[in-house]
């Protein structure tokens, strides 16, 4: 994918990922949509590297294992950040 390639669809149509503003270094915004035209927020904006990084399917026990570890390590990270994990 690149600037003049923004799309990637998925298997039969089941999903889309749209780079919506790439400045040749950076992705600094882009979205998912599924086969129904739903379409995500900028997901850019939730994470700190320039890259795509997705998980679909929260419902699916796969899916949900992986989203599930990186959401507690998520929330522990920001909560150390904000002072609020307890130290020895």
């Known amino acids: 994918m690149d600037s003049a390639n923004n799309v990637f669809v998925?298997?039969?149509g089941y999903f889309k990922v749209v780079i919506d503003d790439f400045d040749g270094t950076r992705i600094?915004?882009?979205?998912?949509?599924d086969n129904e035209g739903n379409k995500s927020v900028n997901l850019a904006?939730?994470?700190?590297?320039?890259?795509?990084d997705l998980l679909a399917n929260?419902?699916?026990?796969?899916?949900?294992?992986?989203?599930?570890?990186?959401g507690v390590q998520r929330i522990t990270r920001e909560q150390?950040?904000?002072?609020?994990v307890m130290k020895k």
């Open 80 to 84: 150390a950040e904000q002072g609020l």
């Open 45 to 52: 904006k939730l994470s700190t590297g320039g890259h795509i």
């Open 28 to 33: 600094n915004a882009w979205h998912f949509e």
């Open 10 to 12: 998925g298997p039969d």
């Open 58 to 70: 929260i419902a699916s026990p796969t899916v949900g294992s992986f989203a599930t570890r990186d």
